[in-house]
């Protein structure tokens, strides 16, 4: 009996570990997603959108989505929010489409940015993509 009462207490201490676990990963990646919004805001990014696919995907927390004025405008936002995120002490993982493109992705792991021209955030939807509804909620 002793036995069986010890094993549900160090099952709830483990559960309750990690809940505090997962709050505290929660806390990162929205203290990220703030700086990186941050960052976009005093860049002078347009139309800034943050989706939150906690729910819907295990690979990211948050996608930050922001127009640029042009190409130049689009990769000074992206450079903008990598400086702000390192001065926070959160490295990127990956970077794609930096220098003379329409869409760059950088990805802090938690928070996924894409900043792109307004012609192909249109074109790619990604908003659309990830408002995944059931039936009931449209």
Known sequence: MVKLEQIIIEEKTLQESKE???????????????????????????EISVINVIHLTQMTDYMVIASGTSNRHIQTLAEAAIKKAQEN????????G?????????????????????????????????????????
């Open 20 to 46: 505090k676990t997962v709050s505290l990963e929660t806390s990162e990646s929205e203290n990220l997603k703030n700086i990186i919004v941050s960052a976009l805001e005093d860049a002078k990014g347009n």
């Open 89 to 96: 002490n959160f490295e990127k993982i990956g970077l794609e």
């Open 98 to 138: 930096l220098g003379q493109s329409e869409w760059v992705v950088v990805d802090f792991s938690d928070v996924v940015l894409h900043v792109m021209s307004p012609a192909a955030r249109e074109h790619y939807n990604i908003e659309g993509l990830w408002d995944i509804k059931t039936k009931s909620e449209r």
